[in-house]
């Protein structure tokens, strides 16, 4: 029941984030302005990058072409394009003093791009939601178990996309691949488990149904923690040090992972108890009436 209360609390708290402080979509989802740059001299990414963040009003995604070429993506704001290449060009010029700029193009992406991904992005959720209740269900021989499993992933899902809201992260693709990665790696921990309480329901007949799922989580427990614990270490190494194209995906898994190894122990195998043990007793009293 604390861990009941704890998924509560996180439900509740990313709820709130979403509704009231809402997610910051990124230039694939809202459209904007695209721009390709030219130096005439090699200059790091990272130093434009770090250029273009200086500007409180524009955001930037970046994209090298080659050595010398960039290309300058801008989410959608109040501003024309030639009020935005001004200053992105301004920005630059600051910057690097001793090289020739120049804006190949400017060119318009429009938000119908931004809702064909969302719309893809929600049927890509849906589908692998209900295929996992399918699978889990067939496997298992129990549509309890696929139902509970996703209740738990999506428990993960949402918990962490709540709490990067919280943060004031920027939802783009790299995020949404990051949300699709949890899901996978939680609804695997969770058919591990329930492949194990299937297992020992077959050769320890004789316990309770509740003493089977205990033993079946202490012998699956190390290997879910290392598990874990290894894609927890290496998302914080590519947190730190894999740079900022790469630090919102890698904060998302570190979060996910997390999550999901606690709802697979502490959701997952305490729902599927209470549920098998209220119809149990309720067959039982239906049993002793007759």
């Not at 861990?3 to 979403?18: E, G, H, K, R, Y």
């Not at 920027?170 to 329930?194: K, M």
């Not at 077959?202 to 290392?226: C, Q, Y």
């Not at 098998?276 to 039982?284: A, L, P, S, T």
Request: hydrophobic content about 50%; aromatic content about 12%; proline content about 1%.
């Amino acid at each position: 029941y604390l861990a009941f209360t704890f998924s509560i609390i996180l439900i509740i708290v990313s709820f709130f984030a979403i509704v009231f402080k809402g997610p910051d979509y990124g230039i694939d989802f809202t459209g904007g302005t695209l721009m390709q740059v030219t130096f005439d001299k090699e200059v790091k990414l990272d130093e434009v990058r770090s250029v273009l963040n200086t500007s409180e009003d524009l955001s930037f995604e970046l994209q090298s072409i080659g050595k010398e070429s960039i290309i300058i993506r801008v989410k959608k704001t109040n501003k024309t394009q030639d009020e935005i290449s001004q200053n992105v060009l301004s920005l630059l010029q600051s910057k690097f003093i001793d090289t020739n700029i120049i804006i190949d193009r400017t060119e318009y992406v429009g938000p119908s791009v931004g809702k064909h991904l969302a719309k893809q992005t929600m049927y890509a959720f849906i589908f692998t939601f209900l295929g996992i209740i399918v699978y889990v269900a067939f496997r298992f021989k129990s549509g309890l178990w696929g139902v509970v499993g996703v209740l738990a992933l999506m428990h993960d899902v949402f918990g962490t996309f709540g709490l990067i809201v919280l943060m004031g992260k920027e939802i783009n693709i790299t995020l949404i691949a990051a949300f699709l990665t949890i899901a996978g790696f939680s609804i695997n921990d969770t058919i591990v488990l329930y492949d194990r309480i299937r297992e020992n329901l077959r050769l320890l007949a004789k316990e309770s149904f509740g003493a089977i799922i205990n033993k079946s989580i202490n012998e699956v427990l190390s290997r879910s923690i290392i598990t874990t614990l290894t894609v927890f270490v290496v998302s914080m190494v590519l947190f730190f040090m894999g740079g900022e194209v790469i630090h919102d995906f890698a904060l998302a898994m570190a979060i996910g992972t997390a999550l999901g190894v606690f709802s697979t122990i502490f959701l997952c195998a305490p729902l599927t108890f209470e549920w098998e043990k209220r119809k149990r007793d309720r067959f039982k009293k239906a049993f002793n009436k007759k």
